[in-house]
């Protein structure tokens, strides 16, 4: 059955630190889609990145980097000298196509509340 | 991407009462979602919102709580019936878009139930 577990569920670090959110899934399909949002104390859900399971390749993008692993299952998001403003709630998602459909079911992990402290 | 908007952004509600939540997209979409997230929780997908016909509910959900609308392809509506304390939450809606069929959300619509 799909899963996605992140573990974390809530990391502080004092600004400029490093830090690394875990996501870990399961899936049946060879086929599938990963993703990370950020959900701000606004609440609007932010898309970061999308990967796709063919796709191994680490990303980096400003501060942020992503670690996908397909011989973990793992798909890790780093962010580089923290900044309070990315104190945030991060989600891990992942999507594959339904068989007899062949719609998109998404399932989101718990989250990780991220506190960067000045 | 596409801009989702959705209103109302914030309400506080009477127990009892029902209350339906806009969702405008600037694009027309084929799957359009909605979810509900309960203080301090992951997101819960409700149902699907199909163009033309009913919506497809996840376990847990049926249309007397939670009818839906989608008239069109850049428009949707999501009524919580007879609320309850249990119903407050961000509910939000969402589109796929793109290859691998990436989600983005509206801005969320903050329900409180009192």
């Known amino acids: 059955a799909q899963k996605v577990t992140q573990a974390q569920t809530e990391i502080s670090v004092v600004e400029k630190e490093d830090v690394t959110l875990d996501c870990v899934y399961e899936t049946r399909d060879t086929t599938y889609y990963l993703f990370w949002y950020k959900q701000p104390p606004s609440g609007e859900l932010v898309f970061l990145i999308r990967?796709?399971?063919?796709?191994?390749q680490n990303e980096i993008s400003g501060r942020y980097s992503w670690n996908f692993q397909k011989s973990t299952s793992s798909f890790n998001f780093t962010i580089t000298a923290s900044q309070v403003v990315d104190s945030a709630v991060y989600f891990c998602?992942?999507?594959?196509?339904?068989?007899?459909?062949?719609?998109?079911?998404?399932?989101f992990g718990t989250g990780t509340r991220l506190k960067v402290l000045a | 991407s596409a801009v989702i908007s959705q209103k109302p952004s914030r309400d506080i509600c009477q127990r009892g009462t029902s209350l339906t939540i806009q969702c405008q997209v600037d694009s027309q979409v084929t799957m359009m979602f909605w979810y509900r997230q309960q203080p301090g929780q992951s997101l819960t997908l409700i149902a699907t919102a199909n163009q033309g016909s009913e919506a497809t509910y996840e376990s847990g959900f049926v249309i007397d709580k939670f009818p839906i609308s989608r008239p069109n392809l850049t428009f949707s509506t999501l009524t919580v019936s007879n609320m309850s304390p249990e119903d407050s939450s961000i509910y939000l809606c969402s589109v796929g878009l793109g290859s691998g069929n990436t989600i983005y959300f509206g801005e969320g619509s903050w329900l409180t139930v009192v």
């Open positions: 990967r796709n399971s063919f796709d191994e």
């Open positions: 998602a992942l999507s594959e196509a339904e068989r007899n459909s062949g719609t998109y079911k998404y399932i």
